[in-house]
């Protein structure tokens, strides 16, 4: 496993936001953690990514302990999100933007990969590739539409140096033919032995997709299993109809 939690607990106030949750990530699978609205998948994203402190729980990464660490030396280790708003710099470059993934604490390993900045360029052209974002290197985020935005923010994501992909919401607010072309990316990354875990809510596009899916109800795991099982979970059905 590449990913465990166990016994992760969150309140907010009276508020159980993470109500004793467990689950584990398989490494060079694409798993989902699907629920209702308010059910604690982005409360629990947070936990993982460390941007929120758990009230208590263990959190491996790789077999090791990563329960003690601090939000930047837990990325460090190689764990590489998106958010459910895309959040990027809007006086910056799409170049920029991905200058700085795989610069900073990351550059050591790409002076040993790269090799300069011819290179450099090489690799921001063979990410943007992959992701189909056909603009010229300088446009500003600020001229890219939605879905654009979306791609880059997906692009910064696998530019930085990472073992764990973490996707939350990935094709929220795209045109079908974009969340098509997101499915092919997140697909070809899978092929190249890519561990994805991601949220969403767009069920054909998870059941499509997706190895293995938690599904999380009231801050807790109530079920889990391949696609064909959730779609036919009692307790799953019960949680998005309601009895």
Do not use: W
């Not at 993982?48 to 660490?69: A, C, H, Q, W, Y």
């Not at 910064?156 to 098509?180: F, Q, S």
């Amino acid at each position: 496993m590449i990913l465990s939690c166990r016994d992760i607990y969150k309140r907010f106030g009276g508020i159980k936001a993470i109500d004793g949750c467990t689950f584990a990530v398989e490494q060079n699978k694409i798993t989902a953690i699907i629920g209702p609205n308010g059910s604690g998948k982005t409360t629990m994203f947070n936990v993982i990514s460390k941007l929120v402190k758990m009230d208590r729980g263990i959190i491996e990464f790789n077999g090791k302990d990563v329960t003690p660490l601090k939000d930047y030396e837990f990325a460090r280790l190689g764990i590489s999100r998106t958010f459910q708003d895309v959040k990027l710099f809007q006086n910056l470059t799409i170049k920029e933007h991905l200058q700085i993934a795989i610069s900073a604490s990351n550059e050591r390993f790409f002076l040993n990969l790269l090799k300069g900045k011819a290179s450099e360029t090489m690799f921001i052209n063979e990410v943007l590739d992959l992701v189909g974002l056909d603009k010229q290197i300088d446009t500003y985020a600020t001229d890219l539409s939605y879905g654009q935005r979306k791609l880059l923010d997906l692009a910064i994501a696998i530019a930085k140096p990472h073992t764990l992909l973490m996707l939350d919401e990935p094709v929220a607010g795209v045109n079908p033919r974009l969340r098509d072309s997101i499915k092919e990316i997140l697909r070809e990354l899978n092929d190249r032995g890519e561990s994805i875990l991601l949220i969403e809510h767009d069920m054909n596009f998870v059941m499509d997709l997706v190895d293995h899916i938690f599904v999380m109800d009231a801050g807790r795991v109530i079920a889990e299993g391949v696609p064909e099982e959730i779609q036919k979970n009692p307790n799953v059905l019960e949680a998005y109809l309601g009895k």
